[in-house]
T-cell receptor, first 115, second 111 residues
Framework: AQKITQTQPGMFVQEKEAVTLDCTYD???????LFWYKQPSSGEMIFLIY??????QNATEGRYSLNFQKARKSANLVISASQLGDSAMYFC????????????FGSGTRLSIRP | EAQVTQNPRYLITVTGKKLTVTCSQN?????MSWYRQDPGLGLRQIYY???????DKGDVPEGYKVSRKEKRNFPLILESPSPNQTSLYFC??????????FGPGTRLLVL
């Protein structure tokens, strides 16, 4: 069954440090996509990064990179050189392409950056 | 400017009074979706639409209806709202590169 797990409800990180947010998933569909979103306290959902199951290389977008380990079914988000503005909720999500186009989200990780 | 708009942004209503939350996009995206967000549960998909006149249930469709009569609009209808539908609702659209663009959200309180 389609499932996304984020095991870190909250994290504190010192400014300028790198941070890894964990995400594991479960699917039997060979074709799927993985996403990360940021939700600041203002409430809007901001798309960060996307990884397709057939992509050979890990996705990167500026300070964001996705550590995709297919065999372990993990898709961790890495934020390099964290900034105060990175404090937010972060959600991992997955979409299966073969069977349906439902999208499921994890329960989220609240990241707090300390100055 | 590319955007997804939702109306209303805030709504307080009473049990059983039908309501509609509108969603409109100007990006010509085929895929549109509705989510509800509740504390500790993340976002859960209510309904999604792959194209005009094509809609499918997400994980929590009970108590909701949708329609996709035209590409740009995807309204969410609560025929008889109940207090357990009090939530934050997001509409979203997706392009072929899978980037999902979210609306600003609608906070609904059902008394």
């Amino acid at each position: 069954a389609q499932k996304i797990t984020q095991t870190q409800p909250g994290m504190f990180v010192q400014e300028k440090e790198a941070v890894t947010l964990d995400c594991t998933y479960d699917t039997s569909d060979p074709s799927y996509g993985l996403f990360w979103y940021k939700q600041p306290s203002s409430g809007e959902m901001i798309f960060l990064i996307y990884q397709g199951s057939y992509d050979q290389q890990n996705a990167t977008e500026g300070r964001y990179s996705l550590n995709f380990q297919k065999a372990r079914k993990s898709a961790n988000l890495v934020i390099s050189a964290s900034q105060l503005g990175d404090s937010a909720m972060y959600f991992c999500a997955m979409r299966e392409y073969s069977s349906a186009s439902k999208i499921i989200f994890g329960s989220g990780t609240r990241l707090s950056i300390r100055p | 400017e590319a955007q997804v708009t939702q109306n209303p942004r805030y709504l307080i209503t009473v049990t059983g009074k039908k309501l509609t939350v509108t969603c409109s996009q100007n990006m010509n995206h085929e895929y549109m979706s509705w989510y509800r967000q509740d504390p500790g549960l993340g976002l859960r998909q209510i309904y999604y639409s792959m194209n005009v006149e094509v809609t499918d249930k997400g994980d929590v469709p009970e108590g909701y209806k949708v329609s996709r009569k035209e590409k740009r609009n995807f309204p969410l209808i609560l025929e008889s709202p109940s207090p357990n539908q009090t939530s934050l609702y997001f509409c979203a659209t997706a392009d072929r590169e899978e980037t999902q663009y979210f609306g600003p959200g609608t906070r609904l309180l059902v008394l």
